[in-house]
C-alpha cells in the first residue's frame, strides 16, 4: 500500500513509519518539525527513518491548505494515518490558539484532502483525554464524552465529531484511537516517563500532582504500533448498526498503574532512588485512565500485552544510549510533566 503518515518526526508517527516501511509498504511522511519539545530529537526520529528506501520526507504544515492539496494530487495514497497534532494538557492552557490552527484547521483540511482524493481510509489519532471528567471506568467508546477537562481535550473530541460528519456526508470512512498514554524509546521529552527518568538520574525530584495519587493506562509503543498495523486494512463499512462509516477505538494496555507504581519501576531500571516531591492536582488533569480494550480485540484479535516494567526498562536502555545519561533540553511547552 502507499500510506501518507502526519507527524512523522513525531514519537508516534516515527514507529509507524518504520514498521509500515519494514511490511513493505511505501510510506509519505509529513511534519512541520515545530518547536514545541527538542526539535533535534525529531530530527534523529527522521535520520533513523532515511536509511528505509520506500520511506519519503516533506516539510510541510497541516494548516497549509493548498500544499496539502497538491501532495494528495500528486500521490495516490491508499490510507492516510494521521498523527499530527499540538499535543500537550498543559500547553493548552497558555498556548490556546496553537491548539485551535493545528487541531482544528489542520484536521479539517485533512478531511477535506481525504473527500476529495476519495482516499480509502482516514485513520486519525484522538485521545484518552476526551473521557475528561467521567467517573465510570474502565472507559468505553461507548461512553458520552461531553465534558472535557482542558482545551487539547475538547479539540480532540471535536476531531471524532469531523471525522464522523464527513464519514456521514461524503462515505469516507474514518477510524479515531483514542491512544492511552503512550510510552517507550522515541518518546517524547514532555511526558512524565521521560522527566522522570532523567531527574532520578541526575538526582532532582519528581513532581507528583493530586498527592500522588493518580493512576494511568500506559501503554507501550510497539502495542499501539502493532494495533494501527492491523487497523489499515479494516476501512469501515455502511451497513450493520449504521449507515455511517465510522469507528473508534481505544488503544491502551488495559490496566490502570499508579503513579507510584510507575515511579517504582523507573527506580529499578535506573537502579537509583527517586526523590519524590508531593503536589496538588493540576488544572486540566484525569485523575485516573483506564481503557476498555475489548473492541478493538474483537477487531483486531489483539490485546496489548506489553507489562510496564518491561516498557519502563527498554525506555530507560534507549534513554542512557541516546542521550548518554545527560540531560536533554527541557520541552518548551511546560517546566511540568504531562501524563495524558
Known amino acids: 500500500m502507499r500510506i501518507l503518515i502526519t507527524g512523522v518526526a513525531g514519537f508516534i508517527g516515527h514507529a509507524l513509519a518504520r514498521r509500515l516501511a519494514v511490511d513493505a509498504h511505501t510510506i509519505v511522511g509529513i511534519d512541520n518539525l515545530n518547536s514545541y519539545y527538542d526539535v533535534t530529537l525529531k ?9 528505509l528506501p520506500n520511506v519519503r520526507f516533506h516539510l510541510l504544515d ?3 491548505a493548498e500544499g496539502m492539496q497538491r501532495l494528495f494530487a500528486e500521490s495516490r ?9 499540538q499535543a500537550g494538557v498543559r500547553h493548552s492552557l497558555s498556548h490556546p490558539e496553537v491548539y485551535g490552527q493545528a487541531n482544528l484547521i489542520g484536521h479539517l483540511n485533512m478531511l477535506e484532502a481525504c473527500r476529495r482524493h476519495e482516499i480509502a481510509h482516514l485513520i486519525y489519532a484522538s485521545s484518552s483525554s476526551v473521557y475528561g471528567l467521567n467517573n465510570k471506568i474502565p472507559f468505553s467508546v461507548k461512553d458520552n464524552v461531553d465534558q472535557p477537562a482542558s482545551l ?3 479539540t480532540k473530541k471535536s476531531n ?27 518518546g517524547r521529552p514532555d511526558m512524565a516517563l521521560f522527566r522522570f527518568t532523567r531527574n532520578i538520574l541526575e538526582g532532582r525530584p519528581v513532581e507528583l500532582y493530586n498527592q500522588g495519587d493518580m493512576s494511568r493506562d500506559f501503554t507501550y509503543i510497539d502495542d499501539v504500533v502493532e494495533g494501527i498495523t492491523r487497523l489499515v486494512s479494516l476501512a469501515p463499512e455502511r451497513g ?11 488503544i491502551g494496555y488495559g490496566r490502570p498503574v499508579s503513579l507510584s ?8 531500571a535506573t537502579g537509583k532512588t527517586a526523590i519524590r516531591d508531593y503536589l496538588p492536582m493540576q488544572p486540566g488533569d484525569i485523575q485516573h485512565t483506564w481503557a476498555d480494550t475489548e473492541p478493538l480485540f474483537a477487531a483486531t484479535g489483539f490485546q496489548p500485552c506489553t507489562d510496564v516494567a518491561d516498557g519502563v526498562e527498554r525506555f530507560v536502555s534507549w534513554y542512557r544510549t541516546y542521550y548518554h545519561a545527560a540531560s536533554p533540553p527541557i520541552c518548551a511547552g511546560s517546566s511540568q ?4
Open 43 to 51: 530530527q534523529a526520529r527522521l535520520s533513523d527513518l532515511a536509511g
Open 77 to 85: 495514497f491508499d490510507c492516510v494515518i494521521h498523527m499530527a497534532a
Open 261 to 268: 507504581e510507575f515511579v517504582d519501576a523507573i527506580e529499578r
Open 240 to 250: 450493520g448498526t449504521s449507515d455511517t462509516p465510522y469507528r473508534l477505538y481505544n
Open 160 to 186: 471524532e465529531l469531523m471525522a464522523h460528519s464527513y464519514s456521514h456526508l461524503y462515505g469516507l470512512p474514518t477510524t479515531g484511537l483514542r491512544f492511552f498514554t503512550v510510552y517507550g524509546p522515541w
Open 337 to 340: 510533566a504531562g501524563l495524558a
Open 62 to 64: 497541516l494548516t497549509d
Open 152 to 154: 487539547y481535550a475538547a
